[in-house]
């Protein structure tokens, strides 16, 4: 099953505040252990202490002079010392030098297992201990005394044991209430941390549900500003972001829609009207073949422009994957050049070309298509008398496309919308009513597949300035020659 968002919060935060706590207490647990041991080994010392002060009087008192080992019977110690009688709290067993048990308290089934290593640091004089198991006793913690010196006649060792559980019991209490705090504390904190996380959830899932909400109707809704400056606030100040651009976008849509229809209807229209003429009485074959012709020319017109608009489509959508050959742009502008002069001459227009010899990379057809859209557009909106020319240069070593005309100019406020689908500027629209304005949305997306920018500066009535900044790299030596 998956956990939702909050449910995960909360485990990670109580998870890691677990081991935390169980880390600090285990720490704590180990630090109370070894002040326990320290502070039971230390009334171990007192114990083991007093009760080898007993044994060395009890020795001296009985007048034992120096025995040695032959002499010397476990039961004439045991005599000495007295721990016939009685059951004991402690658990002692004396060992001489000669690592014998020399006695026991009657508590012990068998004296205490002694730790040769033990026994040798004890001899020596160093106090020291041990932890052992001793059958039917249990855990004991078992200190080994030296007495020696003046005091007896040969060095003993005086290993006194108490029973562990002493330690243990003070412990084991503590471990208790440490395990109990641990509890508390997690489940407080889990609960705690289930409030915070659904607090801190709870904007985003406004924004969820706010999100949700947004369709291709209300595109034009945002989502309300949390007001903050940090990560919920930049997630809605993106989202809003992407609202505005989908907006846009759609707006685009919806005129791109409209103007298509609209451009599409017109030669429709004009198509209608002249077959409905035609029809209205009986004519001449002369007249239905003048009729055709015109109907001709409007249906050219409509195959035009949809077949500009499914290449427009096609270059956008990057369906077209433009080939990447040299190309010498400066035959393709002699070329468009040279398509275009006869109907400037009819116009009475001056059309130069100084065109350098330079190839840039990329689909032949796109980039003749790119110069014929801009130096149409250049002779269409110039009126007689004017001069139109087309430049091809190296400039700071890009290759340079420039399309210069005395024509009618551009308003500045037209001049941001020119590249948008279907946008003509009245002053065109006069001029030249048989426009649809796709040339220059065309040229702009054959630029970009080129990675080349186009610029326009114009002045209204004095003329326009187009270029076309290709890249560096587009810049290919001049050696092969390609077809047009
Ligand atoms: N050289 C120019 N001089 C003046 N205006 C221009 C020039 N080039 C473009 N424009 C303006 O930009 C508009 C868009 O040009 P675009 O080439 O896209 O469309 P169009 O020429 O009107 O129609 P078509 O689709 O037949 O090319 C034109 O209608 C015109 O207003
Ligand atoms: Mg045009």
């Not at 275009?340 to 100084?354: C, D, S, T």
Request: with cysteine; proline share 4%.
């Amino acid at each position: 099953m998956a956990l939702t968002f909050r449910a995960r919060l909360t485990l990670w935060y109580v998870a890691t505040l677990v081991c935390l706590l169980a880390l600090t207490a285990a720490g704590l647990i180990y630090a109370l252990d070894r002040i326990a041991q320290k502070k039971f080994d230390a009334a171990l010392w007192m114990v083991g202490a007093t009760e080898a002060e007993n044994v060395a009087a009890r020795l001296n008192a009985r007048g034992l002079e120096r025995p040695d080992t032959e002499t010397v019977s476990n039961t004439r110690y045991r005599e000495l010392l007295g721990y016939g009688e009685g059951a004991l709290e402690k658990y002692v067993t004396v060992v001489d030098d000669s690592r014998r048990v020399a006695d026991r308290t009657s508590n012990l089934p068998a004296p205490l297992p002694a730790d040769d290593d033990l026994l040798t640091r004890s001899f020596a004089g160093e106090v020291v201990y041990q932890t052992v198991e001793v059958a039917g006793v249990g855990r004991l913690r078992v200190v080994y005394m030296p007495v020696r010196g003046g005091i007896v006649a040969r060095p003993l060792v005086v290993m006194v044991g108490l029973p562990e559980r002493f330690v243990a019991r003070e412990v084991r209490s503590f471990d208790v209430m440490v395990g109990l705090a641990l509890v508390t504390i997690t489940l407080l904190t889990a609960a705690s941390a289930l409030l915070l996380a659904e607090r801190a959830i709870r904007p985003v899932e406004e924004i969820a549900a706010a999100a949700e909400a947004v369709n291709a109707r209300n595109l034009k809704e945002r989502l309300p500003a949390p007001g903050t400056n940090d990560q919920l606030g930049r997630l809605v100040t993106v989202f809003n972001g992407m609202l505005a651009r989908l907006d846009a976008a759609f707006d685009a849509q919806r005129l791109f829609t409209s103007r298509a229809a609209h451009e599409l209807r017109t030669p429709l229209t004009i198509l209608k009207g002249e077959a409905q003429v035609a029809l209205g009485r009986r004519r001449t074959i002369e007249e239905y073949e003048a009729q055709l012709r015109s109907s001709l020319e409007e249906i050219d017109k409509l195959v035009e422009i949809i077949d500009d608009l499914l290449l427009l489509a096609r270059y956008e959508g990057g369906e077209a994957d433009i080939p990447r050959e040299p190309v010498a742009l400066g035959e393709v502008v002699r070329l468009v050049a040279e398509q275009l002069r006869h109907y400037a001459v009819r116009k009475g227009i001056e059309l130069n070309v100084e065109a350098e010899e330079l190839r840039v990379e990329g689909d032949a057809k796109a980039l003749e298509r790119l110069v014929c859209k801009l130096l149409e557009n250049a002779v269409f909106y110039t009126p007689r008398g004017g001069r139109v020319v087309a430049r091809l240069a190296r400039e700071g070593g890009r290759v340079v496309l420039a399309v210069e005309d005395t024509g009618i100019g551009i308003a500045p406020e037209e001049l941001s919308r020119i590249f948008d689908r279907f946008y003509r500027a009245p002053a065109a629209r006069a001029m030249r009513p048989e426009g649809s304005g796709i040339g220059l949305a065309m040229a702009a997306t054959i630029a970009r597949l080129h990675d080349a920018a186009v610029d326009v500066s114009s002045e209204k009535g004095k003329g326009t300035h187009f270029t076309v900044c290709f890249p560096q790299s587009a810049d290919v030596p001049h050696e092969v020659s390609a077809g047009v």
